[in-house]
């Protein structure tokens, strides 16, 4: 196949802003990874007219996908984990172009992780995982079982990603597979949930009480980079904190994570008088 794209590819490679192109082939007979497709090439430019071009091409019963992805999208998609598969292409892709090394270094910087803001995405994680679990617990208590189950089981994940990124590594697609080796009593956790014979209710109670103990273990760690940020000012209001750049990338999870790290002692609140009686404006600030 690479000779058959090998005309697309130099043709991409002899323009200027093109810093790399990756060529990866699928692995299994069906490949989720490469989206079914038999050949990805992904080339890396310094700039484009938009952050992500994608183009799809047939050559007998072979199909291939090309996406032309800008560098400043390339590393907001590792900083983010928002684009797993991204990862697995950088790692397993063979390199067929590559302008001044930029492809090789990219790919040393993954293999000598920590790479791309490690404290961010572990915030983000923990700030997913709070969510999902008090949103669950909610669930459970109005007896809402399988609503609860649903909720435990993205917690879990999120959870198990904040374990990997714990342990130096990016989560991969295979998550549970890292985890397994790195964090089994995660590992058993997800397990006894999924194939447990207990009845649901039961199984969701020992859940919610195990990832009680997990969370209130990670929380100083899962509240490290908010906290690094917000001792930039003395005090923030929302709005504040929801235009910083990097909080940003919290999004809708941001004010329910701020509120859990004020029950837990590690934010602050100061109330200041608006003009109306009795009402009081409330800033966050890091408590020393």
Do not use: C
């Not at 001044?100 to 993954?110: A, G, V």
């Not at 904040?162 to 549970?176: D, Q």
């Amino acid at each position: 196949m690479e000779q058959i794209l090998r005309p697309i590819y130099q043709e991409r490679a002899s323009q200027e802003s093109t810093l790399g192109v990756i060529l990866v082939e699928k692995r299994e007979k069906v490949s989720p990874i490469t989206d079914t497709f038999d050949s990805i090439l992904l080339i890396i430019t310094k700039e484009n007219e938009t952050p992500v071009f994608t183009k799809h091409y047939t050559y007998l019963d072979k199909k291939a996908a090309m996406h032309i992805v800008t560098e400043k999208q390339l590393h907001k998609w590792l900083l983010l984990g928002t684009n797993r598969k991204i990862v697995d292409w950088l790692f397993h892709g063979r390199i067929i172009y590559d302008r001044n090394e930029f492809m090789e270094k990219l790919k040393t910087e993954l293999k000598d992780y920590p790479f791309y803001g490690r404290k961010i995405k572990m915030g983000m994680e923990f700030a997913k995982l709070i969510r999902r679990y008090l949103e669950g617990k909610v669930f459970f208590e109005e007896k809402n079982y399988l609503d609860a189950y649903h909720h435990i089981v993205e917690s879990l994940h999120h959870l198990a990603r904040l374990a990997v990124l714990e342990n130096g590594l990016p989560p991969e697609v295979t998550v549970w597979s890292q985890v397994k080796q790195m964090e089994p009593a995660i590992y058993k956790l997800y397990e006894e949930l999924v194939m447990s014979d207990e009845a649901l209710e039961k199984r969701l109670e020992l859940l919610f009480l195990a990832s009680e103990f997990f969370i209130h273990s990670r929380t100083k760690d899962g509240a490290q980079h908010i906290r690094e940020v917000m001792e930039q000012k003395e005090k923030w209001t929302i709005q504040e904190l929801h235009e910083q750049e990097e909080l940003r990338n919290y999004s809708s999870n941001l004010e329910v994570f701020i509120e859990f790290l004020v029950e837990k002692d590690l934010l602050s609140t100061e109330s200041i008088k608006t003009k109306s009686e009795g009402i009081f404006h409330r800033y966050y600030y890091v408590k020393n």
